[in-house]
């Protein structure tokens, strides 16, 4: 009998998963495992609120593999160099003709793989692994010379064009035969595993499991996404579709997003501007493939690793803390902490903040979004740091730069909330409470940490030495 053994890694799902559909298909017999590398987790500044995500949202997957009579066995290992010996002995103690894996991007995932790969062939068992986290497979989505697009607006037209309407989505498999394996002294328990402390609050807000993803994935574009343009931009208003936590885990899949836009909504400009952000997701995605080095802390432009970042701790803290003086930063400062997860938004005011306003390393802000962010994912969270910082490609002209205030104003013009966040500044005025003044900043509320004139001024003379070289 064809065993077959499924690795899950970021597609926490059974529905629409490659991976999983193909071992079902090609034998009665399937296995899957699952290997956590709290080391590594670390190393990649994974945030706690993810890692307890991922910890609820195996639950959800076990139970479902159940239903199919696949069990899912856990693992623990320090880091990936470990996982090649591991996964060898697996696959020769059950016996195991095929494996199974959905691909990683990253260059430290990519490496990992590689190596896995090679004990496969070492031992003489077949692998096949799929495109999974991609809309459009890489190198697919070219220039007319050949090259990967640099800007976001031509890469989309190119990938519009080859996206069908509606994708191909794999059907969760029908039951296997359930069998009875050997116990492997290596093997773990899921409560043995090494999983970080996660209040009820947040864990409520975002409920784990495919069903909730899909079902959140539904209502958004039944109820929500016809006034996305409108509102997507206004913090106090659940506009946007709160799905990228389940994404960047692989609860639910972009390709069941882009199904979706098409098949429970009426084609409009919200839709396509939803359509639009999955695909800057893609864009990202793909930069990350091409230029991978961006994984290695490295601007995209060469050309800025010679700006002289400032150092300062103190300021840093105070950002990281929402404690800037700045009413709609501190806000969003501390919806990043109180929910791990923070409005789009706001991430491009307080990442052009950080780097303009403060002149402080882009990348400090990037691996505190990434230590904190639900839904962090290196490949857009680096499009989304670099594009603030005038590092990456297509990134905002350095001249570019938001002013906090003026944001404030615009978006959340009667303070909603700043109110909500920010609760000592809750008896301002709607004209008050967005920059409050030395007479009415209440005591303990910092004042601001910077003249913004001052530091738009400095960004933009640091900036333009760089151009003129």
């Known amino acids: 009998m064809s065993h077959q053994l499924v690795w899950f890694r970021n597609d926490l799902r059974v ?90 991007y990253p260059i430290n995932e990519r490496l990992r793989d590689q190596n896995v ?18 809309l459009l497979p890489p190198s697919t989505v070219r220039t007319k010379t050949g090259t990967p697009f640099k800007v976001f607006t031509p890469f989309a037209k190119e990938a519009k064009q080859q996206l069908e309407q509606s994708l191909y989505l794999y059907p969760t498999p029908p039951s296997q035969i359930a069998i009875t394996l050997p116990e492997l002294a290596e093997e773990s328990g899921l409560k043995d595993i090494i999983w970080p402390n996660i209040s009820q609050d947040i864990q409520h807000f975002w409920p784990a499991g495919e069903h909730h993803a899909f079902s959140r994935l539904v209502n958004f574009c039944q109820k929500t996404i016809g006034n996305y343009k409108q509102h997507r931009d206004i913090p106090s208003l659940g506009g946007t579709s709160r799905l ?16 979706a836009s098409w098949q429970y909504c009426e084609p409009n400009d919200s839709v396509h501007v939803w359509q639009n952000e999955l695909l800057w997701r893609e864009f990202y995605k793909h930069v990350l493939i091409d230029y991978p080095y961006v ?21 840093l803290m105070a950002w990281q803390q929402g404690q800037t003086g700045f009413p709609l930063i501190d806000a969003a ?29 882009w ?47 615009r978006f959340d013009p009667e303070g909603e909330f700043i109110r909500h966040y920010v609760p000592e500044l809750a008896h301002l005025s709607d004209k008050e409470i967005h920059m409050p003044t030395k007479m009415n900043r209440p005591r303990g509320y910092p004042e601001p940490m910077v003249d913004l004139s001052v530091g738009r001024n400095r960004a933009l003379a640091t900036f333009k030495l760089l151009a003129e070289e």
């Open 15 to 104: 529905s629409d998963n490659p991976a999983l559909y193909h071992a079902c298909e090609q034998g009665k017999a399937v296995s899957a495992i699952y290997i956590a590398t709290p080391q590594q987790w670390r190393e990649h500044d994974e945030a706690d609120v993810k890692i307890d995500f991922w910890r609820r949202n195996l639950l959800c997957l076990q139970n479902a593999l159940a239903e199919l009579n696949i069990e899912l066995h856990f693992f623990q290992v320090d880091s990936y160099q470990q996982i090649p010996l591991l996964i060898e002995k697996i696959c020769q103690q059950w016996e195991i003709e095929r494996l199974h894996f959905n691909h990683e």
């Open 117 to 134: 790969i090679d004990s496969c062939r070492k031992i003489t068992v077949e692998y096949q692994n799929y495109h999974d986290q991609l």
């Open 244 to 259: 990228s936590p389940y994404l960047a885990s692989g609860i639910i899949s972009v390709r069941q997003c882009w199904n």
């Open 295 to 315: 994984s290695r802390h490295k601007p995209w432009k060469p050309l800025t690793e010679k700006i002289e970042w400032r150092q300062n701790e103190q300021e």
């Open 333 to 361: 400062m501390r919806q990043l902490l109180a929910r791990g997860w923070m409005h789009n938004r706001l991430r491009m005011v307080t990442a052009m903040f950080l780097s303009k306003h403060l002149l402080l390393d």
């Open 363 to 409: 990348r400090l802000g990037e691996r505190w979004f990434m230590q904190h962010l639900i839904d962090g994912e290196l490949a857009a969270n680096n499009g989304g740091w670099q594009w603030s910082a005038s590092t990456g490609t297509d990134s905002v002209p350095y001249f570019r730069i938001f002013n906090p205030v003026t944001q404030s104003k």
